[in-house]
């Protein structure tokens, strides 16, 4: 259970919300920056050529008057024409001649040659007004250019004026919007991403709160309640995950207090029987089968004394009474002299307990000495009980890296491995036939806890060979230790 307690989700609620929010903001964001510049682009572009457009053919309607005279006089005309023109610092104006040379420019250094450009090809060629960009051959400057035909009176093709102008303040100013546009675009992504992280918290550092109280609930903290804090489907949930809180706490403690009562109730009834039973096995007229019938009684309300007691000892623990008295404790002289008690009587059971004394001082700890004879007495039962057949229990004490480890190992069936994270829990019995309260080793997993220590369980070598039960406690000091 801490294991799902400490468990972290790299893809969680928080992750999958911020991913698809912001790969589809990103999209969105994008994709309106693309279609704003092209939207620029044509527009600047469009404003341009139609500027161009309307120069271009309202010069070449004024040199319409010129078409029939000499060439010699149109092209005196052209060249006054761009000597003069008011515009040459920010436009270039070319006339081109009939084999698409440049005849005259307002810049001169572009006179003599041959752009052979579309525009131009169409202005010569099928006597309309063309608009074409590109780059300028040389430089790779890109520019826009717009020619007219330039038609005589009688209709033929005299030439083509032609407008050249640079895009470069254009290009610069598209670049501008577009940095513009993709500017706005990252604040409205990071405006997207704050509003999502807020949302987000809000909603998930509930359920987080929520899913660490239910896990709590499930180690056993019945009764536990969250705080609401919102009155919408996740105050719901916090109402609902109170209410079942409260109503396993209930349950709980009507449990617990019922296991109490009936334990109290049989131990007088028991106390008579076992002292009867006792009497009676002196009587010598009782027949063999009689006798054997008291040894059966006696030996079962035994067992039933000894399942009282851990039922009364589970309600202690439930209702917070069970206590420690803690001491400097000889754990290994604890454990030897529960080895030499219970050893003798499971050797009456064909049981034989091989203990290996330790080979180094095993140091002191701070703990109570009648519950640690208790939790080896009860490890020791339930070895003898599941691993009768193989008849021996091997025991261990050593020391290592601040704990006193000992291990218990029994050489029967072992413990399936799926029901090995389940027997340390209270009345949990397995799949196994052997008759028990299911809160032996609950009991004992509270006393090492309380200790500061662990009680572990893992079946030997291929699981087939027995159960080992190891008993970790740590050596500290008096004040380290707070029960």
Not at 185 to 194: C, D, N, T
Not at 299 to 315: A, D, I, W, Y
Request: with cysteine; glycine share 10%; net charge neutral.
């Amino acid at each position: 259970m801490g294991k799902i307690l400490g468990k972290k989700h790299p893809r969680g609620l928080k992750s999958r919300w911020l991913r698809s929010g912001i790969l589809l903001t990103v999209a969105v964001v994008v994709l309106f920056t693309v279609i704003f510049s092209l939207g620029v682009r044509s527009y600047y572009y469009s404003a341009v050529r139609t500027g161009l457009a309307t120069k271009a053919q309202s010069a070449a309607n004024f040199f319409t008057g010129y078409m029939s005279r000499t060439y010699g006089q149109y092209y005196q005309s052209a060249y006054r024409y761009t000597q003069s023109f008011e515009d040459k610092d920010f436009l270039e104006l070319q006339f081109i001649n009939p084999g698409g040379v440049v005849e005259v420019s307002s810049y001169g250094i572009s006179a003599g040659t041959q752009p052979g450009t579309p525009d131009i090809k169409t202005a010569l060629e099928d006597r309309r007004l063309d608009a074409w960009n590109g780059k300028r051959n040389g430089t790779g400057e890109r520019i826009m250019a717009v020619s007219a035909p330039l038609l005589s009176q009688e209709g033929a093709v005299m030439g083509a004026m032609r407008y050249v102008t640079s895009l470069r303040l254009v290009t610069r100013q598209i670049a501008v919007m577009s940095a513009v546009a993709a500017g706005v675009g990252l604040l409205v992504i990071l405006a997207v991403v704050l509003s999502n992280l807020y949302f987000i918290r809000s909603v998930t550092e509930p359920l987080v709160e929520l899913t660490a109280l239910a896990h709590r609930i499930a180690e056993g903290s019945y009764g536990i309640q969250a705080q609401k804090k919102y009155d919408d489907e996740i105050g719901d949930l916090t109402d609902a995950i109170n209410e079942m809180s409260a109503k396993i706490g209930e349950s709980e403690r009507t449990q617990t207090q019922f296991i109490s009562t009936v334990s109290h109730e049989l131990r007088t009834p028991l106390t008579a029987i076992t002292g009867w039973a006792e009497t009676l096995a002196y009587d010598e007229t009782l027949s063999p089968d009689s006798r054997r019938g008291i040894a059966i009684i006696s030996k079962e309300s035994g067992r039933l004394t000894k399942m009282v007691e851990e039922l009364l000892e589970f309600t202690r623990i439930q209702d917070g009474r069970f206590n420690l008295n803690v001491e400097t404790v000889d754990v290994a002289g604890e454990l030897e002299e529960a080895i030499y008690t219970y050893g003798e009587l499971l050797k009456q059971e064909n049981v034989t307990v091989e203990y290996t004394p330790p080979t180094q001082d095993i140091p002191f700890i701070l703990g109570d000495a009648e519950r640690l004879k208790q939790v080896f007495l009860n490890i020791m039962d339930n070895a003898a009980k599941y691993g009768r057949s193989a008849g021996r229990i091997q025991v261990t004490v050593g020391a290592a890296g601040g704990w006193v480890v000992i291990r218990f190992r029994d050489f029967g069936p072992g413990i399936p491995p799926e029901e090995l994270p389940f027997v340390k829990k209270k009345f949990y019995k397995g799949s196994g036939k052997e008759r028990g309260s299911g809160i032996g080793l609950s009991v004992c997993d509270e006393i090492v806890t309380r200790h500061k220590g662990k009680l572990e369980l893992a079946n030997a070598a291929d699981g087939r060979t027995g159960l080992i039960v190891t008993v970790m406690l740590p050596v500290m000091n008096e004040d380290d230790l707070t029960i």
